[in-house]
């Protein structure tokens, strides 16, 4: 049975047989990569689990109940794990109460998998709303903490995921300096390309038991960015893909292996774009701003002539879709989830302030190249965009997608990750300075953020010269790891600025660092 058919089925087979009542066996071998759910609606949402390679063909059970010990189970059925599907099964389970929690449970040759928490959305009188948000976990950086500490907050509706979920690179590559002593090393060793390797990534980072942990905690709304195919890819092309159709094939792999492995529905236009309401409070709607239609990123050179400043980000149909969902909204608020910064982030003169001798991830990253780092240096006296992979890189298309959420909607915010770094900023909407779009972006799990990139002169700041630079940015941490808690209600939606104090111990405790309150207009 394909993928969408074990999906389309889910909701035929409630009637079926149940799941074994024999107790689970004291060590998991069937069920070593835990549960997910994900993509919650009003009626439904989706389940995961995947089964050792030796149960391929034995039947797979699988029960939804309203309590955690299962004495009232709604619905239940069977299903068969193959080689096609890597092993994975993944259900779109419906006919489901809104705003109502559910446990889930699977079960295969006498043992049980751990138990999953899942809620349904709003359908109406929706009073709050609360999201983690979180991005780019690079397993072998350190340890998943900030999932463990997600984990352990029950009260979230759902966690965000905005891309770099994994990492493509191979041992010895970007930010495996402590992968050895931490027993963190990349699986398979290799940088990945075929189906074989994203598979094999999937699975060691689901072996984790923090991600597994907060998967088990909450449901999961995500999105990839470049590093589940290849660093900044495009949706022609990656800067290591040595053809077109080596691009499609590498490509259509790590797609696939996504799919499979991630608690996500696909849509009829196999693309990851979709919309979530939390009752009339939240609409938000999830993007792809990095394969669906994103031309390449232009060259820096060009870029600072004043060309290739036209460039596509989200393709058109995207964008049409995207003004449909916001033209009928009557939310509250309107949140939109997507990879990349959108607001302006300029390099302020870092000769003054970043230390050319520092441990800098750029010497790392760039074959430990030191002359690299220093010319990122003396090259920031120009004032020129730091990221042109990002929104700055693509300012026509920036502009028309501001224009698009400031006509739709007086509370909008912009969900962001991939730049590893704590950041708040308001953007202006180009044709009304005065309406305001505030973009929360999260820093990492555990990938290298601007500090590590960047380090300070003693006495000096980095992150408070981006500040400086840029007056629309109230918050820059590049230092810490974490995630956003982001509240919203009727009146005001607060996000505050949660970290971990270490990635390289189990051993951590939880800060606050930063809060935002905006309140809502209208």
Same mark, same amino acid.
């Given at each position: ?28 071998? #069937? ?14 949402? +989706? ?42 099964? !993944? ?8 705003? !109502? ?6 079960? &295969? ?23 983690? #948000?979180?991005? &780019? ?23 965000? %995921? ?31 390309? =075929? ?31 470049? %590093?589940?195919?290849?660093?900044? @890819?495009?949706? /022609?092309?990656?800067?290591?893909? !040595? ?10 792999? @790590? ?16 693309? +990851? ?14 993007? /792809? ?6 031309? $390449? ?41 997507? $990879? ?35 010319? #990122? ?10 990221l042109l992979d990002a929104w700055d890189g693509y300012p ?11 006509? %739709? ?10 730049? %590893?770094?704590?950041?708040?900023? $308001?953007?202006?909407?180009? =044709?009304?300075?005065?309406?305001k779009i505030t973009e929360l972006i999260t820093s990492s ?12 002169? $003693? ?32 009146? !005001? ?11 390289? =111990? ?12 905006? +309140?809502?207009?209208?």
């Open positions: 049975m394909k993928r969408r058919e074990l999906i389309k089925s889910a909701a035929l087979v409630g009637g079926m047989t149940g799941l074994p009542l024999a107790h689970a066996t004291k060590k998991a071998t #069937v069920f070593e990569h835990g549960v997910a759910s994900g993509d919650p609606l009003q009626d439904r949402f +989706i389940i995961w689990t995947r089964v050792h390679p030796s149960q391929a063909l034995q039947t797979v059970s699988w029960q939804l109940a309203e309590d955690r010990e299962f004495h009232n189970i709604v619905q239940q059925g069977e299903l068969v794990a193959q080689a096609e599907n890597d092993f994975t099964l !993944k259900l779109d389970v419906q006919k489901l109460l809104p705003a !109502k929690e559910y446990f889930y449970r699977f079960a &295969c040759n006498k043992e049980f998998s751990p138990i999953g928490r899942c809620k349904t959305l709003a359908a109406e009188n929706c009073k709050q709303a609360r999201l983690a #948000v979180v991005s &780019c976990s690079n397993f072998p950086a350190g340890y998943f903490n900030v999932y463990r500490a997600i984990a352990n907050k029950p009260d979230y509706d759902a966690v965000v %995921h905005l891309g770099d979920y994994l990492y493509e690179y191979g041992r010895g590559g970007y930010a495996t300096q402590h992968a050895e002593a931490l027993n963190r090393e990349p699986v398979p060793a290799n940088e990945l390309k =075929s189906l074989k390797d994203y598979r094999l990534r999937h699975a060691q980072y689901k072996s984790d038991t923090d991600l597994q942990a907060m998967h088990a905690a909450h449901p999961m709304i995500a999105v990839w960015d470049d %590093h589940e195919f290849a660093n900044n @890819a495009w949706q /022609d092309g990656s800067p290591k893909s !040595k053809s077109p159709d080596a691009w499609r094939k590498q490509q259509a792999a @790590a797609r696939q292996a996504y799919y499979e492995w991630m608690p996500i529905r696909e849509n009829a236009n196999d693309g +990851i774009n979709r919309h979530f309401t939390f009752g009339n409070l939240l609409s938000l709607s999830m993007l /792809d701003t990095r394969l669906k239609g994103r031309e $390449q990123q232009p060259s820096r050179k060009a870029f600072a002539q004043g060309l290739e400043r036209d460039r596509e980000m989200l393709g058109q149909d995207q964008s049409n879709w995207l003004e449909g969902q916001l033209s009928k909204n009557s939310c509250r608020w309107t949140a939109i989830g997507q $990879q990349v910064m959108v607001s302006p982030f300029h390099m302020p003169d870092l000769r003054k302030v970043a230390d050319p001798n520092g441990d800098s991830e750029f010497a790392r990253s760039r074959s430990r190249s030191r002359k690299h780092y220093q010319a #990122v240096i003396e090259s920031s006296k120009y004032g020129q965009p730091m026509e298309s920036r502009d028309r997608f501001l224009e698009v959420l400031g006509k %739709h909607s007086e509370n909008a915010v912009i969900l962001t990750g991939d730049i %590893h770094t704590g950041i708040c900023s $308001q953007i202006s909407v180009p =044709s009304k300075p005065q309406q799990v555990t990938s290298p953020g601007l500090d590590d990139y960047l380090p300070s002169l $003693q006495g000096s700041s980095v992150s408070d010269a981006f500040i400086e630079k840029n007056p629309h940015l109230s918050y820059v941490n590049g230092k810490d790891k974490g995630w956003i808690d982001v509240h919203f209600q009727v009146d !005001k939606m607060s996000a505050r600025w949660m970290t971990v104090d270490n990635i390289h =111990s189990y051993s951590f405790t939880v800060n606050e660092k930063y809060k935002k309150t905006v +309140i809502a207009k209208g």
